[in-house]
């Protein structure tokens, strides 16, 4: 399928200047122009353009009536102008918002083609950013957590309150518990929530490389720094940065982190300029840092500027009452995003089975297992078969002792398991670890019949 061209729209250009649009637009675009007032006004309600030109004439009486036509019915479409001089371009507030750029006469295609490529990127960039905030205002919300056990409960509303503050914040937890979306809760909860949220795992990047990534490095700072690199505190400045793993920085960074924490400035890797952020700082990790201080390989003085709001997370199996309603919250998760939405619950033994269950892994391990069921599963409910425990399932003694693998000798195993099972399907389909509907079509795969079966009898 060929990739649709982004249209543009021009109204009243000079011809000088419709050349040098077509000339550096015409072949990846779709352009239309107009010089009739009313004719644009029909051309942009009719359909939605990507860019507008617009000649600027500032001996019109009514120079900007246009413009505000445009923002009204395209706010979001952005706007060049064009004119003699730039200097002339007097903007009001109510239609400065819509001119993206302005440029001067005569127009270079250069100019056009690079102006309106950041124009369309911008514009993505916006929409991208609007659809964000929408969906997370929705995902990171309090109220969508799931808090049976009164143990999270103290957690969540302890969360909520630290959400309104600017302090540092650390958060403890085994891996798997929820920290890096706990953080994210925070922050899109916070005065700083239309600000920029940075998220790092510092165990996942070497230690040579995370200064860099921190705080940015200039141009020939070392190998390799072909040019100027913006850091994560920087990106972060008006909102929060959350540094998971904290534990992993190497001491030398740590000191340089706590004079963030502590002045708000620092100098990128190979420069001397001091640069100021405005961050909030959420920390994470699942170490505990009082023996990294003892063994000398975590600051103390930062693990206090670091702990001003401590908050630990309980593993899944301390909170017994959420894991029910959380599974149930994963299974629609995953049902509607694999197209399986026949799965609608849990048999009582699994969800028995989960129940039972420790859970080392916590919230991502039963993330991972539910996901593997409903791949799996083709029944209505998740069954035994389809749920993927290792510590549970070399455990479980099978019904039939089988010392070679299914795939080998299909047939032989099959009949095995329906003879110890007085040839009932779904009892047989139970031993083998399938679903009943799998051991069906290995049956008919196979030819095995039976007398008892329905099928098989005689009128």
């Not at 302890?158 to 809760?185: P, V």
């Not at 399986?340 to 849990?346: R, S, V």
Request: charged share 25%; net charge neutral.
């Amino acid at each position: 399928m060929a990739e649709k061209k982004a249209s543009v729209l021009a109204y009243k250009c000079p011809p000088e200047s419709r050349t040098s649009i077509e000339t550096a637009l015409a072949g990846n675009f779709n352009l239309t122009f107009q010089h009739d007032p009313s004719l644009f006004q029909i051309e942009v309600s009719k359909r939605p353009y990507d860019v507008i030109f617009m000649n600027y004439y500032p001996e019109n009486d009514n120079k900007f009536g246009l413009l505000e036509d445009v923002q009204e019915q395209t706010p979001s479409t952005p706007v060049i102008l064009t004119c003699e001089s730039e200097d002339a371009v007097r903007l009001d507030e109510q239609v400065e918002p819509i001119v993206y750029d302005i440029l001067n006469l005569p127009l270079s295609p250069g100019r056009v083609k690079r102006t309106v490529s950041h124009a369309l990127n911008k514009r993505q960039q916006d929409n991208e950013l609007a659809y964000l905030r929408r969906t997370q205002n929705i995902v990171y919300s309090f109220d969508r957590l799931i808090a049976e056990s009164d143990n999270f409960k103290v957690v969540l509303n302890s969360l909520r309150k630290f959400a309104s503050t600017d302090a540092t914040l650390l958060i403890t937890g085994n891996t798997g518990t929820g920290k890096s979306y706990l953080s994210g809760t925070v922050h899109y909860n916070s005065p700083r929530r239309d600000h920029p949220f940075i998220k790092i795992n510092c165990a996942n990047i070497p230690e040579t490389l995370l200064e860099s990534e921190l705080f940015g490095h200039e141009k020939g700072a070392f190998t390799g720094a072909d040019k100027q690199r913006i850091g994560r505190f920087e990106q972060a400045n008006g909102g929060t940065i959350f540094l998971d793993e904290i534990g992993e920085i190497p001491l030398e960074i740590q000191s340089k982190l706590l004079r963030v924490l502590e002045d708000k400035s620092f100098e990128r890797v190979g420069g001397n300029k001091t640069i100021k952020v405005d961050v909030r700082l959420i920390a994470a990790t699942n170490q505990d840092l009082s023996t990294l201080i003892a063994s000398g390989k975590f600051r103390e003085d930062l693990y206090y500027r670091i702990s001003v709001l401590p908050i630990h997370l309980p593993p899944l199996k301390d909170r017994p009452r959420c894991l029910a309603p959380l599974a149930r919250k994963l299974l629609k998760k995953f049902t509607t995003s694999l197209n399986k939405g026949n799965i609608k619950d849990f048999t009582p033994e699994v969800l028995a089975m989960m129940q039972g269950y420790d859970w080392p892994g916590n919230i991502r391990q039963l993330a991972n297992t539910i996901e593997r069921a409903v791949i799996l599963e083709e029944e209505n409910l998740i069954g035994l078969s389809s749920l993927h425990i290792p510590e549970l399932n070399r455990s479980m003694t099978p019904l039939i002792q089988v010392t070679e693998p299914l795939e080998a000798h299909e047939r032989e195993l099959i009949l095995k398991a329906l003879a110890e099972n007085i040839w009932v399907q779904k009892d047989a389909a139970r031993c083998l670890g399938i679903s009943p509907r799998a051991l069906n079509y290995k049956i008919k795969k196979f030819g095995i019949t039976h007398q008892n079966w329905r099928k098989h009898k005689k009128d």
